[in-house]
């Protein structure tokens, strides 16, 4: 019995993944413009889940992740040319508007 109760379990926390969607427009922190070509990544998984901001500054990240009673919120990387690179968390689910500050040249 034991034994049985120690398969469901493992079964119950392998099985606990979730599809997260994050989704958000990158503006000028100044100007409030959106910006457009702007790559956005999870920050533990560059090469799998970069996608790039369309005309109007929109994105939309998914991935997989385990999740045992609600899918963990997505830690994000924004890099655009000739602005400062900016880390951020989003919760599954949400939408964000993500300011980014362009590098200052002396």
């Known amino acids: 019995m034991k034994r049985l109760t120690g398969i469901i379990i493992t ?9 997260r969607v994050v989704t958000g427009i990158t503006i000028d922190k100044e100007t409030k413009a959106p910006i457009k070509d702007v790559l956005v990544y999870n920050k533990k ?3 799998y889940t970069n996608v790039y ?11 997989i992740n385990g ?3 609600r899918c963990p ?9 000739g602005y400062v690179i900016k880390e951020d ?3 599954a689910g949400s ?4 300011e980014l500050e362009k590098i200052k040249t002396n």
Not at 11 to 19: K, R, V
């Open 67 to 69: 999740g045992i009673l």
């Open 45 to 47: 998984d560059k090469e």
């Open 73 to 81: 919120p997505m830690n994000i990387v924004i890099e655009a040319e």
């Open 11 to 19: 079964a119950l926390f392998i099985s606990c993944d979730c599809y």
């Open 89 to 91: 968390t989003i919760p």
């Open 95 to 98: 939408n964000k508007i993500i």
């Open 53 to 63: 901001t369309d005309s109007l500054g929109d994105f939309k990240l998914a991935d």
